[in-house]
């Protein structure tokens, strides 16, 4: 089984919500960025968001952009990023989706692209800027490989674009809680209980809530609503701070498992 399936099927069971950490592959270093994933795994985060580096991300906040284009100067590619799962699958088995624009893919070639995500280990990818109406070609490459394609929803997504959304996605559905761009945030939406069980009334497809959670608080609170958490720029943000150092992951293993901790209780 697919290991993104696999772990919701056996956090379902144990009646628990996913944590899904996002982080960006090369920031500060590919070699960090490893240390980082053993120690994410460690912490108990379920899936592992794998961030590739893109020079226009707009979809992002500050924090995550200044972290692309660290990963960028050092010159990571799609590529990079690749061979980064496959060393990585030599020591760990925990679930990876890669998360990526739509034109790194693009130049790598659609076809090329799956085979050598799921060869690698990968486990699904979430394509930031393509839309699901323009997805034909995209998914089905990606499922002939049994990677989950997991598409974005967002408070202003209606019903019947639920539905659209949610027979596209594979894996689980990522619903971005408030409009704007990727950030951490004083308090969460204010309707996302409403929103969350109104997506869960469309699909029996997990749904991962994320954008603007960054405190083990928020984590808490959403794990009540939704099959999964996820937290990125207050983790990007604080590998930014502490940079290429042998302190950073254990520093980042311990506040991922404050979160992770939270999540499950």
Known sequence: MNRIDQRFQDLKAAGKTAFIPYITAGDPTLA??????????????DIIEFGVPFSDPIGDGPVNQEAALRALKNHVTLKDVIGLIKNI???????????????PVLAYGLEAFATAAADAGADGVLCVDLPPEE????????????L???????????????????????????????LG???????????????????QKH??????????????????????????????????????????????APKVGAFVKSLVDATKS
């Open 135 to 146: 997805a034909d070609g995209y998914k089905a490459a990606l499922d002939a490989n049994d």
């Open 148 to 178: 989950r394609t997991v598409f974005l929803m967002s408070p202003t997504s209606t019903d019947e674009r639920i539905e659209l959304i949610a027979k596209q996605s594979t894996g689980f559905i990522y619903y971005v809680s408030r």
């Open 89 to 103: 699958r030599a020591k760990s088995q925990v679930a990876i989706l890669i998360f990526t624009y739509y034109n």
């Open 181 to 199: 761009v990727t950030g951490e945030q004083a308090a969460l939406a204010n309707d996302l209980d409403t929103a969350v069980a109104n997506i």
């Open 203 to 248: 699909t029996d497809t997990p749904v991962a809530v994320g954008f603007g959670i960054s405190t083990p608080e928020q984590a808490k609170v959403v794990a009540t609503m939704a099959q999964g958490v996820v937290v990125g720029s207050a983790i990007v943000r604080m590998i930014g701070e502490l940079g290429d150092s042998d302190e950073t």
């Open 32 to 45: 960090q960025t490893e240390k980082i994933v053993y120690a994410l795994e460690e912490a108990g985060a």
